[in-house]
């Protein structure tokens, strides 16, 4: 199966940044798309940004010009870069793997991290 290990999460003040890590192990052959998707207390899980093999990103509209994804494809990881951060980014950020294949599995799946607590707050 696939393990994540998701960090850098935690409690920041408007306006100030954070870096998110995430490295997936485990019988992984290969990963179309990684990512992350953050979810708040009370709403809907929603897309922060995904980066593919090749390189092409794709970011929320909440998200984008302050907020940066990028992938290590031979390592397994992927980091975001949060920048000028608002309340409204506080949520569990979710990192994900989509259309992985892996030893053992038929086709490709989608996997999902534990999620780590990212706050913005004074």
């Known amino acids: 199966q696939v393990q994540f290990v998701e960090s850098g999460g935690g409690l920041v003040q408007p306006g100030g940044s954070l870096r998110l890590s995430c490295a997936a192990s485990?019988?992984?052959?290969?990963?179309?798309?990684m990512g992350w998707h953050r979810q708040a207390p009370g709403k809907q899980r929603e897309l922060v940004a995904t980066?593919?093999?090749?390189?092409?990103?794709n970011y929320g509209d909440s998200v984008k010009g302050r907020f940066s994804i990028a992938r290590d494809n031979a390592k397994n990881t992927v980091t975001l870069q949060m920048n000028s951060l608002k309340p409204e980014d506080t949520a569990v950020y979710y990192c994900?793997?989509?259309?992985?294949?892996?030893?053992?599995?038929?086709?490709?799946?989608?996997?999902w991290g534990q999620g780590t607590q990212v706050t913005v707050s004074s």
């Open positions: 485990g019988n992984i052959v290969s990963i179309d798309a």
């Open positions: 994900n793997l989509q259309r992985t294949k892996v030893i053992g599995k038929i086709g490709r799946m989608d996997y």
């Open positions: 980066i593919t093999s090749d390189g092409s990103t």
